[in-house]
Nanobody, 115 residues
Framework: QVQLVESGGGLVQAGGSLRLSCAAS????????MGWYRQAPGKQRELVAR???????NYADSVKGRFTISRDNAKNTVYLQMNSLKPEDTAVYYC?????????WGQGTQVTVSS
């Protein structure tokens, strides 16, 4: 079992920045990809950004150029730097961690961007 602790959500004005963190602990297996998903009210959960253990990244088109994902493998922590936030970025953001066999989700952290 993997425990994921997320932090960094909150309320910010449009154009502002937030940094999300997600620390993973308790894994008996090597962690492969780590990422962030989000779910807005009435919408499906969607991938925001993902980073592999080797550092390869991919982003949703809607956040390219504004969000940056990074990870500290020694700390099993993934970060999401969110700049130039827009009201449409408002959602619950979920940390996602994948091992060879399992996928784990964080409890979610609310990000609200006011116009």
């Amino acid at each position: 079992q993997v425990q994921l602790v997320e932090s960094g959500g909150g309320l910010v004005q449009a154009g502002g920045s937030l940094r999300l963190s997600c620390a993973a602990s308790g894994s008996r297996f090597s962690i492969n990809a780590m990422g962030w998903y989000r779910q807005a009210p009435g919408k499906q959960r969607e991938l925001v950004a993902r980073i592999t253990s080797g550092g390869s990244t991919n982003y949703a088109d809607s956040v390219k150029g504004r969000f940056t994902i990074s990870r500290d493998n020694a700390k099993n922590t993934v970060y999401l730097q969110m700049n130039s936030l827009k009201p449409e970025d408002t959602a619950v953001y979920y940390c996602n961690v994948m091992t060879n066999s399992y996928t784990f989700w964080g409890q979610g952290t609310q990000v609200t961007v006011s116009s």
